[in-house]
């Protein structure tokens, strides 16, 4: 869809976008980071046995660090799906250890705000995106009709019409001109007279 395009425009961030991602840097540091990171050394280490568990934490961290860093370059539309996909890893490893331990839940659970500040700032952006793509076309349908530019060159939206070429003028066909029937000569008599006639007549 059109309005998922990322906008290759420099933008400015407002004042409440840039606290979302002063919230979402927070949320990262504590959760996706630093407990993040104890909890990978805890299995690998301690708990081979639950490595996986290490595994998932490592690369719900990679998919988050990855979406903060679009955040700050204002792909708002392509640090969603790494948030997403990386909040789902990241939280259900740890509904299964604050479920083990409920002291564990200040530690894991402020994930949640950084994807929660992922689904505002794309929500933002759609609606801005799509505010943008109304307003252009509004502006389109209310143009005028035609407008003349230049060398007679007829403008009627996006379809430019140029001026017909004048028609060259057939050339006459020659007339194929008939050639006049030969007269058809008699066989002259001897000095005209006529044999049949007696003489002195």
Same mark, same amino acid.
């Given at each position: 869809?059109?309005?998922?395009?990322? #906008?290759?425009?420099?933008?400015?961030?407002?004042? /409440?976008?840039?606290?979302?991602?002063?919230?979402?840097?927070?949320?990262?540091?504590?959760?996706?980071? /630093?407990?993040?990171?104890?909890?990978?050394?805890?299995?690998?280490?301690?708990?081979? =046995?639950?490595?996986?568990?290490? =595994?998932?934490?490592?690369?719900?961290?990679?998919?988050?660090?990855?979406?903060? %860093?679009?955040?700050?370059?204002?792909?708002? !539309?392509?640090? !969603?799906?790494? @948030? %997403?996909?990386?909040?789902?890893?990241?939280?259900?490893?740890?509904?299964?250890?604050?479920?083990?331990?409920?002291?564990? =839940?200040?530690?894991?659970?402020?994930?949640?705000? !950084?994807?929660?500040?992922?689904?505002?700032? /794309?929500?933002? $952006?759609? @609606?801005?995106?799509?505010?943008?793509?109304?307003?252009?076309?509004?502006?389109?349908? +209310?143009?005028?009709?035609?407008?003349?530019?230049? #060398?007679?060159?007829?403008?009627?939206? $996006?379809?430019?019409?140029?001026?017909?070429?004048?028609?060259?003028?057939?050339?006459?066909?020659?007339?194929?001109?008939?050639?006049?029937?030969?007269?058809?000569?008699?066989?002259? +008599?001897?000095?005209?007279?006529?044999? +049949?006639?007696? #003489?002195? #007549?």
């Amino acid at each position: 869809m059109n309005f998922l395009k990322e #906008d290759k425009r420099k933008r400015y961030d407002t004042a /409440f976008a840039i606290a979302l991602k002063v919230l979402a840097t927070l949320a990262f540091l504590w959760s996706g980071l /630093f407990w993040s990171g104890v909890s990978i050394i805890n299995f690998y280490k301690f708990n081979p =046995t639950e490595s996986y568990r290490a =595994t998932a934490f490592l690369i719900a961290s990679i998919l988050l660090l990855i979406s903060l %860093v679009l955040m700050y370059l204002k792909y708002y !539309f392509s640090q !969603f799906p790494f @948030a %997403v996909v990386g909040s789902i890893i990241y939280l259900v490893q740890a509904g299964q250890l604050i479920d083990a331990i409920e002291s564990y =839940t200040m530690r894991y659970i402020p994930e949640i705000a !950084f994807l929660i500040v992922s689904i505002i700032l /794309f929500m933002l $952006h759609a @609606a801005k995106v799509i505010s943008k793509n109304l307003a252009e076309k509004e502006k389109i349908n +209310t143009a005028p009709a035609e407008s003349i530019i230049g #060398d007679g060159i007829t403008v009627n939206y $996006h379809k430019v019409e140029k001026p017909e070429k004048p028609k060259k003028e057939k050339k006459p066909r020659k007339e194929n001109k008939k050639k006049a029937p030969e007269p058809e000569y008699s066989e002259a +008599t001897e000095n005209n007279i006529d044999e +049949t006639k007696p #003489d002195g #007549d």
